[in-house]
């Protein structure tokens, strides 16, 4: 019952949050996302093969291809329900794929609100695809677009027409060029490591053989900063992706849990060079600018509001670690969190309306979300062992975050209301420490 | 006289190939162990790299102290071995010592490499006190990530919130 009651203040505040969206499309699309709360039923889809023009076995399996990569991206948001191809009163081959040639009874009687439908061509290692999404029940066109590129393309088509869609029903970018970083153990020791929004493709970044941590992205994307040990103790590294040249931040003491101010070439750090644990913000190559907390005992773990103006952190300063906000024009600190004695890990929304945070609940860690004026706290996460270390996707509809409750420290993603939860990947050792990206990746 | 001289000759010949033979297999031999030692190896408890022979570093040096969950003040008995060390420190004038603080694993990393730097600073903080050059002392905080004890249990947690001392 407190669930229920808590999950009420939360849409009245998602409610806010989303109002503000500035955008035309969004209007004219209301009905299909509840925006109060868009997970809470979900849009039948319908997403029938692609029709392979004039194809032979191989073009007919990299449009399979196609479709399949689609429908799973799409299902990925939470948003959608993904209907079964084998209740279709449709043969791909048979028909056709525009507005005109649609008997949209045929859709709507399946139960389907959306349809997709894909003109698939191959030639030699060319690729074009026209995807076209259906209003079934208004029975019209709702976009329509056509890539073309090579075979090895097929996947990034695919989530171009992806965005396209999320756009159209949400008027958000969505996560689709998104990327997360994290920390795995696979090859014996902490090194960071990056995939895709759908843990697609992870990749090994660092091969420091030491203790790599907490790793943070800038709003551009070129840069990942980090904590490691290589150097012998916890310093922070600054890479540049395309370069993969360092610069590192080595005072004496603690460097650790760097963020990147939004749209800024600035983050903020933890630094105990004073003999204090206090919060800095610096420069992107690591120049001192100034000092943001000043109080004594731990302060770590900076995040940032999305306007850039204030940062939410841990500090001890009370005795067990709570989490504050700092405005950094005024100086002003207030706590946020007051249930529970052991609340970490805080993650600012990108909508700005919350925060994500790790509480101990019953000697367990779980991840919370609680509205920025400190109203409202909710439990996401309810499962046996420890989840941690929350992080929103880009478009703040979705929380990556790592858990035990399987076992070993996995990456784990649930929607910002926390349905939907899932094992984002199965990788050699453990997860931790995932980071999403802005969707800026191409 | 011809016949001895032959035999001389060959032995000549055969007998630095037969070193040879037996400097072969002792190099065979000397390889063979040294690989399959690191594999054993981290069943024991690493001992500290020996020091420098002149140290004769007795075993309340490297001995650790532990904490409460979340805590970093010093613990009575804790206090009463940092008195040793603080006394064998000054009888040893070129000694130094790093003092590592760990935590376990139940908080959450990032504050606990911080929690982690105030044990080790507490200790630090103590001996200087008594008496000991700030100079002498560094501290390097691990947090969670190296447990003594790896299980997952309140008798590895307790060990797991410790100072490490390192003395060179």
Redo the contacts between chains.
């Keep these: 019952m407190k669930f229920r009651h808590l999950l009420t203040c939360l849409i009245a505040c998602g409610l806010l949050g989303l109002s503000a969206l500035p955008c035309a499309a969004q209007s004219e699309s209301y009905q299909y996302i509840d925006i109060r709360n868009p997970f809470l039923r979900k849009i039948p889809l319908a997403i029938p093969l692609f029709k392979n023009q004039a194809g032979g076995p191989r073009e007919g399996d990299s449009a399979r291809k196609a479709v399949d990569i689609m429908a799973s991206s799409l299902d990925f948001t939470g948003y959608f329900k993904i209907l079964d191809r084998a209740a279709f009163l449709f043969d791909p081959q048979k028909s056709g794929v525009a507005a005109t040639d649609i008997n949209f009874q045929n859709w709507t009687v399946v139960g389907a609100e959306l349809l997709i439908t894909g003109l698939f061509e191959q030639a030699g290692d060319t690729v074009s695809m026209e995807l076209r999404l259906f209003d079934t029940v208004r029975g019209r066109q709702a976009l329509g677009k056509r890539y073309s590129g090579n075979t090895s393309e097929i996947r990034k088509m695919v989530l171009r027409f992806c965005s396209e869609v999320i756009y159209y029903l949400t008027g958000n970018k969505g996560i689709f060029n998104s990327k997360i970083a994290f920390v795995s153990t696979g090859s014996g020791k902490?090194e960071i490591y990056i995939c895709d929004f759908d843990g697609y493709n992870p990749t090994r970044l660092t091969y420091n053989e030491s203790?790599s941590?907490?790793p943070s992205w800038s709003s551009d994307g070129q840069h990942l900063a980090y904590?490691s040990?290589k150097g012998?103790?916890?310093d922070i590294y600054i890479r540049n992706l395309a370069d993969k040249k360092e610069t590192v931040i080595s005072q004496v003491?603690?460097n650790?849990?760097p963020a990147w101010a939004p749209e800024r070439f600035e983050l903020a750090a933890?630094m105990?060079f004073s003999?204090d644990?206090e919060i800095y913000l610096l420069t992107g190559s690591g120049k001192m600018i100034k000092k943001l907390t000043n109080v004594k005992g731990?302060d770590?773990?900076p995040t940032w509001s999305p306007d850039g103006r204030k940062i939410a952190f841990?500090s001890?300063r009370t005795g067990?670690?709570q989490i504050y906000i700092l405005d950094l024009d005024s100086g002003a600190e207030r706590r946020l969190t007051f249930e529970g004695k052991?609340n970490?890990?805080p993650s600012w929304s990108p909508r700005g309306d919350k925060i994500a945070y790790?509480s101990?609940v019953g000697?367990l860690?779980q991840i919370c979300v609680i509205d920025v004026e400190g109203r409202s706290p909710l439990q996401l996460t309810r499962e046996n062992g420890d989840s941690?270390?929350p992080s929103w996707s880009p478009d703040g509809s979705l929380i990556v975050f790592n858990s035990t409750r399987e076992g070993q420290s996995r990456l784990y993603v649930m929607t910002a209301f926390g349905t939907d939860q899932r094992r984002l990947m199965l990788l050699n050792g453990e997860q931790?420490?995932p980071k999403w990206s802005s969707g800026v990746f191409d | 006289m011809q016949k001895k001289l032959w035999v001389v000759l060959a032995l000549l010949l055969v007998m630095p190939a037969f070193l040879f033979t037996v400097s072969c297999q002792k190099k065979v031999q000397a390889q063979a162990p040294a690989a399959p030692a690191p594999a054993a190896k981290p069943a024991a408890p690493a001992p500290a790299p020996a020091p420098a022979a002149k140290l004769d570093v007795p075993s309340f040096m490297t001995e650790r102290i532990f904490f409460d969950f979340?805590k970093s003040a010093l613990k009575l008995e804790s206090q009463a071995l940092l008195k040793k060390k603080a006394d064998w420190l000054k009888a040893n004038p070129s000694a130094k010592l790093l003092i590592e603080g760990n935590t376990d694993e139940?908080?959450?990393?990032?504050?606990n490499?911080?929690?982690g730097?105030?044990r080790a600073?507490s200790a630090k903080k103590f001996l200087v006190d008594l008496g000991i050059d700030a100079k002498r002392i560094s501290?390097?905080?691990?947090g969670e990530?190296r447990p003594l004890d790896p299980r997952h249990t309140p008798e590895a947690w307790a060990k797991n919130r410790n100072d490490g001392f390192v003395v060179n």
């Design positions: 902490k203790i941590l907490f904590t040990y012998g103790k916890p003491g603690l650790i849990t933890t105990s003999g644990q731990s770590v773990s841990v001890n067990g670690p052991y970490t890990q790790s101990q000697g860690h941690e270390s931790t420490n | 979340d139940r908080g959450t990393a990032e504050y490499l911080a929690l730097e105030r600073e501290t390097i905080s691990y990530e």
